[in-house]
């Protein structure tokens, strides 16, 4: 039988903030243990929590560029359970009246190409501190630095259907929360986490099937990996005639193995109630809208202006566009002067290299801009203009000077061609001859010579009238 | 409605309270007892609609994004019960490993 | 003259000074032993809070409301000098890092904290026996108990220890205490009074709240305590309580007297109480009408499903992970710490309304509890909200309490029955109200109280009422 494989994603990801969801206390990351806690994330007896106004409008932002409704009203409500690394015995959270709902994401599937897969809702609510299990032999640590960082919980539709898809779809989200700079999306510092539902269901079939909840994935790679594996696991289950049981799978990158985790049933039974600490949560509308009107250009947008008004080919605009700093830089240099298909060209090779190491470009954008001016007005070659980009960083020297100091500037001018080229004829009889009795290819091994005698100076576009003025005899 | 041992045992394990065997049966003829008073106000007509009151101001007031807890007058190790090389420390997890 | 005015003004005259204020205290607490009402004090940190006040200039201590005047605090508000217990083995030893923001605000109008009272564990009780450090004896008869839950701060200042006192009110637990001791006690209105360092209970309910020896002892620290606060988004962005003048009189008042608090089979002193003040209200010229409040009878079962759902939730941090004694069961892993600390931790009557505040918030519960409470408090809500707005009644005047205080163990074993001590108060805690207690005489030698309750932001008035009252009024003559 066939098998369709129904994805849904629930990903968290920190808001960025300077301060924490519902106290004071910074939101830095690799502070020593329990250093960035007040009586509020320590959850101590009489503290009260009240709300970072930047964590609902990054939120609010975060649940914009997802085209979600942002509700004027919301509520925060306390979800209920036991661990050791949550101070108060409850999340603060929200929901069945969450900050933001029904919106989408718009992204290229591998195997169904574009496509738009429904975002259920975003809410706002506090991180839990920290677990270690491995510090203290026989015991838990618990640090609590980061118990109330402000996260956004956003909830896709079960709108996936392969573990590549689901991939593609986390790419374009934080792609997208990146670009409107709601958070940094670092996976490695947590400040991005996926679980992932996934089921089975013969093709052609509309009902869900059972699913199973996978958590512990550190990479998107990892989530794909994950997926494939559950689901096989999932098919072959099936298969061989048994039944998928609704319950957690922890994923072990280190042995690619997805395994059930323990957990009772009354833990689910979280008792949400409306938390009376903190009355209701109301954006007018015309806040709301002027967030907005806010965002920074999100990436589609911006590819689609860099095609129809610069003439990029959609590939150039795509790898422009895929973030915002590169696209940036990109529109300061053809603000500077440069055109947009040159601009793209050096970005796309010589600037990207260095932004994909560094994470930063090493040359501004008036410098470079300048550079595009040299070549397009034969100053230099395109060859030299690469050596002269890579003297650039480091100093501020414009490129004219450094193409000056290294001896990189094209000699356009007929009379001294005219010299090298009677040079170069005298010494090639032989060549000449086939010339003249209509070898013609060889017009290219007299310009080379020209070039090798100028030592890369000679323009080469004006070597070659100057060559055939000599050789037509 | 009324309430038996096996509801009381499961509610005390939600709450986390360990309930002496010696003492389910007064329990659940007091909370068969309370829960039967509170249930009076199944005779209020109030339906779905009906809006739930909210105490306190109707809107929230939010707090500008400025770092500056409240301090801590004495360390954390001064009430803690376990605390070692700046980390609270509790036993194995046990049974609510993977909670 | 008010306590605290004989206090200060003995102070700005040269006649006293805060060190003497605090050794005078410091005997009289030594003497109040007996009663049970205090968990903590100490003469030396008496004498360090009278320092701090003297480290002031008379110049600058003339402009402080409460300059060098000792106050109790009850034991669920935060205090870094003294330990924070809550009455509850689950605290014992404990010392918060940081002061409630009415503890801060006391200090700031020049108040020397006293001690830290005893109350019924979590302030859960009507009557101060459920504190796990012993109960609270009534002033008056020490067979009989002070009311609750704030019932050591009412015998402290009952028995003349301190002019004033804080306490804290979820259901009641200020006024009825205050009717039951023969004293002065004021809930503000939720919001006016910064819950921040208060040990949360029902948090849509709780108020710290003041006793006062007498009205113009409670209005002062109340006004010194009152004002929005940062740090607790629940509070009104208004400012402090402005205390009016006295008022001699009552004229132009319309008092309500709602036929719900007046049952046929009251209590006949209570009754005759109620009696006394309407003639007062009388005499000093206002007007008595009666009205309804017709979802009365639910305040008590809604105040029940309410406050012990906030209560689960909010006394789930005491888990013995961060702080507080803890204990592990045999097992020896965490369950058995959270089981272990929390089922040894909290005394019987917390436990029973964690349970019933888990099992109405549970799966499959919460609409026809939680849910239902809360749109029947909105109901009650609405009940004084037209009673004020539609029916012209500026205060509403009932009894306090149903009875006298009773005598101790005489409700324990019946934890309904002990629900039942707070019929006539827990509606101002359900609806948000401010609301106070004055005593109008004794019956039988058992001092009795009346309430008024008014709308929203109206304790000022209400406090001047309550002055007016107060003065034509005799507190410990018999009713009848």
Request: glycine share 8%.
């Amino acid at each position: 039988m066939a098998w369709e494989t129904v994805i849904g994603l629930e990903v968290h990801v920190q808001l960025r903030t300077r301060s924490k969801m519902f106290c004071a206390c910074k939101t830095e990351f690799g502070a020593p243990p329990n250093t960035n806690v007040c009586p509020v994330c320590l959850g101590l007896p009489g503290a009260l929590p009240v709300t970072n106004a930047e964590a609902i409008r990054r939120a609010t932002q975060a649940a914009l560029a997802l085209n979600c409704t942002v509700h004027e009203r919301s509520i925060f409500a306390r979800k209920n359970y036991f661990y050791p690394d949550l101070p108060k015995g409850y999340q603060i959270s929200q929901f069945d009246q969450p900050l933001a709902t029904k919106g989408s994401v718009v992204f290229e599937s591998p195997e169904r190409g574009r496509i738009e897969a429904g975002v259920t809702r975003l809410h706002v609510e506090e991180d839990a501190g920290k677990s270690l299990h491995d510090r203290v032999p026989g015991k838990t640590a618990i640090d609590l630095n980061r118990a109330g960082t402000p996260l956004a919980e956003i909830v896709s539709e079960p709108d996936l259907r392969s573990p590549a898809e689901a991939r593609a779809y986390l790419t374009v989200l934080k792609q997208l929360l990146v670009y409107a700079d709601i958070s940094d999306c670092d996976m490695e510092k947590g400040s991005l986490r996926v679980d992932a539902n996934v089921s089975i269901r013969p093709l052609g079939s509309t009902t869900l099937g059972t699913k199973t909840e996978l958590k512990n994935m550190n990479s998107f790679a990892n989530v794909e990996r994950a997926l494939e594996i559950e689901r096989n696991r999932q098919v072959a289950l099936v298969e061989a005639g048994g039944k998928v049981i609704q319950q957690s799978m922890a994923f072990n990158a280190a042995t690619g193995e997805v395994r059930a985790m323990r957990s009772k049933e009354e833990s689910h039974d979280y008792r949400y109630f409306p938390d009376p600490d903190l009355p209701p949560l109301v954006l007018s509308r015309f806040w709301i809208e002027s967030q907005h009107a806010a965002l920074p250009e999100l990436p589609d947008a911006r590819r689609d202006r860099l095609m129809t008004i610069l003439g990029l080919s959609g590939y150039d605009a795509g790898v422009i566009s895929a973030e915002r700093a590169i696209a940036d830089y990109f529109e300061a240099v053809v603000a500077a002067g440069a055109d947009g298909k040159s601009a793209a060209n050096w970005i796309t090779t010589e600037a990207l290299r260095g932004y994909n190491e560094t994470g930063s470009f090493a040359v501004s954008p008036h410098r470079l801009a300048g550079l595009i001016a040299l070549v397009k007005s034969n100053v230099v070659s395109l060859q030299a203009a690469k050596r002269i980009y890579g003297e650039l960083p480091g100093n501020s020297d414009s490129p004219k000077a450094v193409a000056d100091r290294l001896g990189l500037v094209q000699v356009g001018d007929s009379e001294q061609l005219g010299r090298w080229a009677d040079e170069v004829i005298a010494a090639a009889p032989g060549e000449l001859a086939r010339f003249r009795a209509g070898e013609t290819k060889l017009m290219g091994f007299f310009v080379g010579q020209v070039m090798k005698k100028s030592g890369g100076k000679a323009d080469p576009k004006a070597v070659q009238p100057v060559l055939a003025e000599r050789l037509k005899g | 409605m009324s309430i038996g041992k096996e509801q009381i045992l499961h509610v005390a394990r939600l709450a986390e309270l360990a309930v002496a065997d010696a003492d389910v049966p007064t329990l659940v003829e007091q909370m068969n007892r309370i829960v039967e008073f509170v249930a009076q106000l199944d005779e209020v007509p109030a339906g779905e609609e009906a809006p739930p009151f909210v105490a306190g101001p109707a809107e929230l007031a939010l707090r500008p994004d400025e770092p500056g807890p409240v301090p801590l007058s004495h360390p954390i190790k001064a009430f803690a019960p376990e605390f070692r090389d700046g980390l609270f420390l509790v036993p194995r997890l046990g049974s609510m490993e993977d909670a | 003259m008010s306590a605290i005015q004989h206090i200060t003004s003995a102070m700005h005259e040269g006649r006293s000074t805060p060190q003497a204020t605090a050794t005078e205290t410091a005997r009289r607490l030594t003497e109040a032993a007996p009663l049970n009402a205090v968990l903590h004090w100490s003469p030396e940190l008496l004498a360090a809070e009278a320092r701090r006040v003297e480290a002031v200039s008379p110049a600058e201590r003339f402009r402080l409301p409460l300059a060098g005047v000792p106050i109790g605090v009850k034991d669920n508000i935060v205090t870094t000098e003294q330990p924070t217990t809550c009455a509850s083995r689950i605290l014992e030893g404990y010392i918060s890092p940081y002061d409630a923001t009415a503890v801060k605000r006391l200090r700031a109008a020049g108040a020397m904290i006293a001690a830290k009272t005893n109350l019924d564990e979590f302030a859960m009780g009507s009557s101060t026996e459920h504190s796990a450090f012993g109960r609270v004896l009534l002033p008056l008869d020490h067979s009989r108990v002070p009311g609750g839950s704030s019932g050591g701060s009412a015998a402290l200042v009952a028995a003349g220890v301190v002019p004033a006192a804080l306490g804290s009110e979820t259901g009641g637990s200020v006024r009825q205490p205050a009717s039951f001791c023969g004293i002065v006690g004021v809930k503000p209105t939720y919001g006016r009074v910064s819950r921040f360092g208060l040990v949360a209970f029902g948090s849509s309910l709780d108020c710290i709240s003041v006793f006062g020896q007498t009205v113009d002892d409670a209005g002062r620290v109340l006004a010194a305590i009152s004002g929005h606060d940062p740090l607790d988004a629940t509070t009104a962005n208004l400012p402090p309580i402005v205390l009016e003048r006295p008022r001699g009189h009552l004229r132009g008042l319309t008092f309500g007297l709602p036929t719900e608090y007046l049952p046929a089979d009251l209590h006949p002193g209570v009754r005759a109480g109620v009696d006394r003040a309407v003639a007062a209200v009388k005499e000093l010229g206002g007007t008595v009408k009666s009205v309804s409040l017709p979802h009365s009878k639910y305040a008590v079962p809604t105040y029940y499903i309410v406050a012990p759902a906030e209560a689960a939730a909010n006394l789930a941090r005491f888990d013995g992970v961060r702080y507080g004694p803890r204990k592990i069961g045999p097992a020896g892993d965490l369950r058995a710490l959270y089981q272990a600390t929390r089922g040894q931790g909290f005394g019987a009557e917390v436990r029973r309304r964690i349970l019933v505040g888990t099992y109405v918030l549970s799966s499959g519960y919460y609409d026809a509890y939680y849910r239902k409470a809360q749109q029947v408090r909105a109901l009650l809500a609405d009940d004084f909200r037209r009673a004020f707005a539609e029916q012209g009644v500026d205060a509403l005047l009932t009894p306090t309490t149903p009875t006298p205080s009773f005598k101790a163990g005489e409700k324990t074993a019946d934890p309904v029955s002990m629900y039942l001590a707070d019929i006539f108060v827990c509606s101002a805690n359900l609806a948000g109200l401010p609301a106070l207690s004055i005593p109008v005489g004794r019956s039988e030698g058992l001092p009795i109280g009346v309430q008024l309750m008014g709308p929203a932001w109206s304790e000022a008035a209400l406090l001047s009422m309550a002055a007016a009252l107060e003065a034509t009024v005799s507190a410990t003559s018999e009713v009848r």
